[in-house]
């Protein structure tokens, strides 16, 4: 690893895909968002405050991947102290798994809804970490909530892909917030405006977060819920979704440390396969060939079915001495050594996984050392296609991400449950130094994309700049490999197809396998860089 090499090559680049700045840097997966973060480390704020400030702007204007209806998760360095935050939502307290269509309440419309922890999360966020008012913090949101944002061409693609599932709803609430005149998509450059989402963003930055699960806002949310006979009800809001703080697990890849989230996120996922890649050497991953590919693939497939088989309840996860095995040199070289020539058939041939979820990451960093990433989403792209009435956000469909087969799965719908998560932010360190914040959304395709990225980094010697262009693939435990099919070697392509995998080709720079966002603080000059992904919406700037 050639740090002179990863931080020298970086080069920014005209479109805001890649900056470069003196004092801090905010990456995020739209423009006005991460204008929002810098704009806190104009004003003195820290990385805290810009994170926050970004995420609830995110809420405005990416509402496809995360708003105030959803989840979010972070890990961030403060002070000298690495903390990985659990923003679970929770099933409501009505919520028995014998009322409720495992085929379609919990995929959509108002059943499918947990407890929206997100304005949770980002107010403790702020009280606990963040220096600026609360009310400058929401400013930015408000103003392209009331002024509006241009329409992008993914966002009508995924609106015009969406579009049945809105219209399919009884009450048309997500249809009129999101569709133009509640019936069509709207085209890419028109302005979409969101005056109800104005007033409760405004209502939020007078009263605080707080105002939200309680008052007259728990009690709007109730009677919507009530009328369209969904679980929410102001109880369950009242019982706020305080994010707990938990610490962080680590593992080192190469020379760079690794910290992620644990349960009930997925970093323990990521972790492992970054421990099996070690046993492999740099240069195997630095010149891809057909059986490197072939090798990536066999690690994803072990990797998911470890994190399908052996779920943990986050609150007795630290407990567990079992971890620190799958977590261990010996066991990561135990799969290694079953790596074959040809797909394992001893894996499932079925799939595990089969939701195509969206998420949105970002990242930023501040001239103090502080460094934070936050995962946050609805669930699916556009969450469970209904909204709150006279609210503007639209909520989530997070119980898709319970188990509904057995009653001992941690995950098991029940009430009071927690979603299990495949987020896997990070925050990497160099020389014992706070060095990359990183994280993407994808299901469970993040991890994927994440070990993808670090390798090219860390084995290929690559600037995140080109980190992030780098052509992606994905294998299912099933052996169904996503790959951008025209940016891989036709060579390559039929000789995986020889070994056994069943080839699904996507599109080149293409939106399902992932959306790195992330931010690096050079330890070779003193600069901050940052890549926001080419397959989004996103830019990454500093003050």
């Given at each position: 690893m050639r740090l002179e090499s990863i931080e020298g090559k970086f080069v920014p680049t005209e479109d805001g895909k890649c900056a470069v700045s003196e004092g801090g840097m905010v990456s995020t997966a739209f423009p006005e968002a991460t204008q929002a973060g810098v704009q806190m480390l104009r004003q003195g704020g820290n990385a805290i405050d810009a994170a926050v400030?970004?995420?609830?702007?995110?809420?405005?204007?990416?509402?496809?991947?995360?708003?105030?209806?959803?989840?979010?998760?972070?890990?961030?360095?403060?002070?000298?102290?690495?903390?990985?935050?659990?923003?679970?939502s929770r099933v409501p307290s009505l919520a028995?798994?014998?009322?409720?269509?495992?085929?379609?309440?919990?995929?959509?419309?108002?059943k499918a809804t947990t407890v929206p922890s997100t304005p949770a999360v980002l107010g403790y966020l702020h009280f606990r970490y963040g220096k600026l008012d609360w009310s400058e913090i929401l400013k930015p949101a408000i103003q392209i909530a009331r002024e509006g944002y241009q329409i992008t061409q993914l966002q009508h693609d995924l609106q015009k892909r969406e579009m049945e599932k809105f219209l399919s709803m009884d009450s048309l609430s997500g249809a009129k917030y999101f569709l133009k005149d509640g019936k069509e998509p709207y085209e890419a450059g028109e302005k979409?405006?969101?005056?109800?989402?104005?007033?409760?963003l405004e209502h939020l930055a007078l009263h605080g977060v707080k105002s939200f699960y309680t008052g007259d806002i728990a009690q709007q949310i109730d009677e919507d819920m009530r009328f369209h006979e969904g679980f929410l009800r102001t109880e369950d809001l009242a019982l706020i979704p305080w994010p707990v703080e938990r610490k962080p697990i680590r593992r080192n890849y190469r020379k760079v440390k690794v910290f992620t989230c644990p349960p009930p996120g997925a970093g323990r996922t990521l972790l492992l396969v970054l421990q099996i890649m070690k046993n492999l050497p740099s240069k195997f991953f630095k010149n891809p060939t057909s059986k490197m590919y072939h090798f990536m693939a066999e690690i994803f497939r072990k990797g998911l079915l470890n994190h399908k088989e052996r779920p943990f309840d986050p609150n007795i996860y630290p407990q567990l001495p079992h971890d620190k095995k799958i977590l261990s040199l010996d066991f990561a070289r135990e799969i290694s050594a079953s790596l074959r020539d040809e797909i394992d058939p001893t894996l499932p041939l079925t799939e595990l996984f089969t939701l195509n979820n969206d998420t949105t990451h970002l990242s930023v960093m501040d001239k103090e050392g502080n460094?934070?990433?936050?995962?946050?989403?609805?669930?699916?792209?556009?969450?469970?296609?209904?909204?709150?009435?006279?609210?503007?956000?639209?909520?989530?469909?997070y119980m898709s991400s319970l188990d509904t087969k057995d009653p001992s799965h941690p995950y098991y719908l029940r009430p009071n449950a927690i979603p299990w998560s495949s987020v896997a932010p990070i925050?990497?360190?160099?020389?014992?130094?706070?060095?990359?914040?990183?994280?993407?959304?994808?299901?469970?395709?993040?991890?994927?994309?994440?070990?993808?990225?670090?390798?090219?980094?860390?084995?290929?010697?690559?600037?995140?700049?080109?980190?992030?262009?780098?052509?992606?693939?994905?294998?299912?435990?099933?052996g169904k490999l996503?790959?951008?099919?025209?940016?891989?070697?036709?060579?390559?392509?039929d000789y995986l197809s020889k070994v056994g995998y069943r080839l699904d080709p996507r599109e080149p720079y293409s939106f399902y396998l992932g959306a790195i966002h992330a931010v690096l603080r050079s330890q070779t000059t003193g600069q901050f860089q940052g890549v926001a992904e080419i397959r989004r919406d996103g830019t990454a700037a500093g003050p």
């Open positions: 400030a970004s995420a609830f702007a995110l809420g405005v204007c990416e509402p496809q991947a995360s708003g105030l209806g959803g989840q979010s998760m972070a890990i961030l360095h403060y002070k000298g102290n690495t903390i990985a935050l659990d923003g679970s028995h798994i014998d009322r409720i269509d495992k085929k379609t309440h919990r995929f959509q419309g108002y979409f405006v969101q005056e109800d989402l104005t007033g409760l460094a934070i990433g936050i995962t946050q989403s609805i669930e699916l792209v556009y969450g469970s296609k209904v909204a709150a009435r006279g609210l503007g956000f639209l909520y989530n469909n925050i990497a360190f160099y020389n014992n130094r706070p060095w990359l914040v990183a994280g993407s959304p994808g299901s469970e395709r993040i991890f994927s994309a994440m070990s993808q990225f670090l390798s090219h980094i860390v084995d290929g010697d690559q600037p995140i700049s080109e980190a992030m262009l780098r052509p992606r693939m994905h294998c299912t435990v099933g996503s790959l951008e099919a025209d940016r891989f070697d036709p060579a390559t392509l």
